[in-house]
């Protein structure tokens, strides 16, 4: 039987609460005011709400306000939310408290960072104690995978949910809040070697859960779509490039010239995964765009080879992103030396 609605709540503000906690004790360790942490939070938990709502809303405008009129903005349902809209409205929030309050937005996001993974799982988690839970679920056939069978290693709760007919599915969202916590582990581990540039630990925790969600949206039950679009991911794409056209800058600014190969790096990758999803979707339209023989062999391995590409999209911007952020520590202890 899949669990009941309230304990989405409970996981969920648990997870709001030992992220502000963390929070407050990280900026209270690096020389800041613990306070901040509930300005910030109060802020961007407000920027939140509101960025994740209004980007569900901005693609289901229509059937949301015809069915509910303006009471669609207060539905607490959580597929009726963005979660990447709601990711980026809390860190705006975050930023905003920091100014308001006198303190440098960069070193305050970079407090923030490992809470916020923090933050991001328990909400991930937390979906497979929505409603039925099928917000929670992954199709395992779009990636090539059997269907979980009972006594099989992933068969037991949390890693998959099982249905009142006692079918087991696989539960992606458990898998997403593991990854948040690794992430959250690694901008632990970081942060000293990070500290030289402000800002640097949050970007790299930011596009490291986008990296995540671009991948691991596709193969989800439930997601927001907008004419076969996954619109999670298009954001997650958006986000990444962003960070990276913001890292390429600074180390301009920091006299190392514009690495312009990780950018237009990220660009491709980008392209190739949108091109081979639409290739998944719609092989045919590519037959006459390749040799015969190659279409075919595509074609009979379309789910391998396309999760395969679009998995390697997914791990090579982090990479990218990784060489810029190593220019920017050299750069940064050669201005200093200096």
């Not at 409970?10 to 929070?23: D, K, M, N």
């Not at 640097?200 to 596709?218: I, M």
């Amino acid at each position: 039987m899949l669990l009941a609605d309230w304990r989405y709540a409970v996981t969920a503000l648990t997870g709001l609460a030992l992220c502000l906690i963390w929070f407050a004790l990280t900026l209270k360790r690096r020389g800041m005011r613990a306070i901040l942490a509930l300005p910030c939070g109060g802020l961007g938990i407000l920027a939140g709400y509101l960025c994740a709502k209004l980007v569900y809303l901005a693609f289901n405008f229509g059937p949301m306000f015809g069915a509910y009129g303006g009471a669609a903005l207060f539905r607490l349902e959580p597929e009726e939310f963005s979660f990447m809209g709601g990711g980026v409205g809390f860190c705006l929030g975050v930023w905003l408290g920091a100014r308001v309050m006198g303190e440098r937005p960069a070193r305050v996001l970079d407090a923030f960072a490992a809470p916020g993974c923090l933050l991001a799982a328990a909400l991930r988690f937390a979906e497979i104690f929505a409603g039925n839970g099928e917000i929670a679920l992954a199709d395992l056939y779009t990636v090539g995978l059997p269907e979980i069978e009972e006594g099989t290693v992933f068969a037991f709760f949390p890693a998959s949910l099982q249905d009142p007919y006692g079918m087991w599915h696989f539960a992606v969202s458990t898998l997403t809040a593991l990854c948040a916590l690794l992430i959250a582990l690694h901008t632990v581990l970081r942060a000293r070697r990070f500290a030289a540039v402000p800002g640097l630990s949050f970007e790299r925790a930011a596009f490291l859960l986008s990296a995540v969600q671009l991948y691991l949206e596709l193969t989800r039950l439930v997601s927001l779509i907008f004419f076969f679009v996954h619109v999670e991911q298009v954001l997650a794409a958006l986000i990444m490039l962003f960070l990276m056209i913001h890292a390429c800058r600074r180390v301009r600014r920091m006299g190392g010239g514009f690495p312009v190969w990780p950018l237009v790096g990220t660009v491709l990758c980008i392209a190739v995964n949108g091109v081979t999803q639409y290739l998944m979707d719609k092989p045919w339209k590519f037959e006459r765009l390749m040799p015969e023989g190659l279409f075919y062999w595509i074609n009979d391995n379309l789910t391998v080879f396309g999760n395969v590409v679009m998995l390697a999209t997914a791990v090579a911007m982090p990479l990218l992103h990784a060489w810029v952020i190593h220019r920017t520590l050299q750069l940064a202890n050669r201005n200093r030396a200096k």
